[in-house]
């Protein structure tokens, strides 16, 4: 069978000199994450590439049509689908290519840093990125333009300083997918904490136990509390307590109400409980971060 490596009709791509690369790892300003190579590559008829000596960077590779498949350290082969992208490591010997029939549309990327790891997946598999079809896709694909844009403005330290940054937001579009999407894939879950957390918010005044922000959702109390944290990454307690404090921090702003006063309108009647909530949210007492809004 014919193998090509590159060279598509169509085809986009820019890989930065070595020399280059090695000065943003160097560098404290790029060194955290940086940009080594970028392309695009449309429906690549019989692409492969297999690399039996690993190299010292991440590749990111986005299937957005068509199929292919990758292997990792001689193992077996991992089939890639339409919206479905995988991530190499660095330091792995690995292959790659189009599917013989239906070959793929990738976007790819090289990339490296002391973050890097930040934005791996479980690494082996190839991941769903559209929870809702069509979502986010528009964008993700602006960050990739935008990244090609700026290499292509020259190598200059404050175009890979802006490629870096973009890259940051391109990579977490993967990893983060629901955070950048902003949905989330059990719609009735997510709508039921939704709702939680609106009557929270209408009733900032009202002390609320967790077992009656369960019963008013439906839910078991432990079910709720596992799904609360699922979808914020706190307990429901904690959450509304930090809308009570940012409710608190308004009224500080905004009014001349004394503090005992406040803690009632935030549902506290411990106002000693009520510093140490807010202290714990805020880094400072209610007085001191009056005086400083008023300062």
Not at 59 to 73: D, H, N, P, V, W
Not at 238 to 252: D, G, I, S, W
Request: with cysteine.
């Amino acid at each position: 069978m014919w193998k090509q490596r590159d060279g598509f009709a169509g085809e986009q791509s820019q890989v930065l000199p070595r020399a280059r690369i090695e000065a943003l790892r160097r560098s404290p300003l790029t060194s955290a994450l940086y940009l080594a190579a970028i392309g695009y590559y449309p429906r690549a008829t019989w692409h492969y590439c297999e690399r039996s000596e690993p190299i010292d960077e991440y590749i990111l590779i986005y299937c957005m049509e068509g199929s292919g498949y990758f292997t990792l350290s001689g193992g077996g082969r991992c089939p890639v689908g339409r919206n479905q992208y995988f991530v190499v490591p660095p330091g792995v010997t690995h292959s790659y290519g189009a599917d013989e029939h239906n070959p793929w549309t990738i976007y790819w990327v090289h990339y490296g840093g002391t973050l890097a790891d930040t934005y791996a997946p479980t690494i082996g598999v190839a991941h769903d990125i559209v929870a809702v079809a069509g979502s986010g896709i528009a964008e993700r694909l602006r960050l990739f333009e935008t990244m090609y844009r700026a290499l292509e403005w020259g190598y200059t330290p404050e175009n890979m300083m802006y490629a870096g940054a973009v890259l940051h937001h391109f990579l977490a579009s993967f990893r983060f997918l629901q955070q950048f999407t902003g949905r989330w894939s059990d719609t009735v879950r997510s709508d039921s904490m939704d709702t939680a957390i609106r009557y929270m918010r209408e009733n900032l005044d009202k002390h609320l136990s967790v077992s009656e922000l369960a019963a008013y959702v439906g839910y078991s109390v432990s079910h709720f509390v596992t799904l609360f944290h699922e979808r914020t990454g706190m307990s429901p307690i904690a959450f509304f307590n930090r809308l009570k404090v940012r409710h608190a921090c308004y009224l500080l702003d905004t009014t001349q109400l004394k503090i005992n006063q406040i803690c009632h309108k935030v549902g506290m009647d411990d106002c000693f409980y009520f510093s140490r909530v807010f202290r714990r949210e805020m880094g400072m007492s209610p007085s001191v971060y009056r005086r400083m809004k008023q300062g």
